[in-house]
């Protein structure tokens, strides 16, 4: 079984930035994809950012530019630079781990941060 942790939301002006962190831990031989995905009210759950164990990452395009997603394997850590946030920019953020191990592999959510930017 997998733990998915976030941590970092909160409350910040248009403009403002935030790091959210996330990291998992449980039993696994490895994580694959890490990422983040936000689920505004009303909307649907939509993918972020994400990067593959090796480094390659992939962008919504509404916060190309402005969101940077960065790991730290040794730490099963993923995290997520928000700048120039926008009140559109407000969500709940999860964290999604990609699990290998003997039963396969799984998507494993972490229980969600909320970040709402506002005056």
């Known amino acids: 079984q997998v733990q998915v942790v976030e941590s970092g939301g909160g409350l910040v002006q248009p403009g403002g930035s935030l790091r959210l962190s996330c990291a998992a831990s449980?039993?696994?031989?490895?994580?694959?994809?890490m990422g983040w995905y936000r689920q505004a009210p009303g909307k649907q759950r939509e993918l972020v950012a994400t990067m593959t164990s090796g480094g390659s990452t992939n962008y919504a395009d509404s916060v190309k530019g402005r969101f940077t997603i960065s790991r730290d394997n040794a730490k099963n850590t993923v995290y997520l630079q928000m700048n120039v946030l926008q009140p559109e920019d407000t969500a709940v953020y999860y964290c999604?781990?990609?699990?290998?191990?003997?039963?396969?592999?799984?998507?494993?959510w972490g229980q969600g941060t909320q970040v709402t930017v506002s005056s």
């Open positions: 999604n781990a990609v699990s290998l191990s003997t039963t396969g592999r799984k998507s494993n």
């Open positions: 449980g039993i696994y031989f490895r994580l694959e994809t």
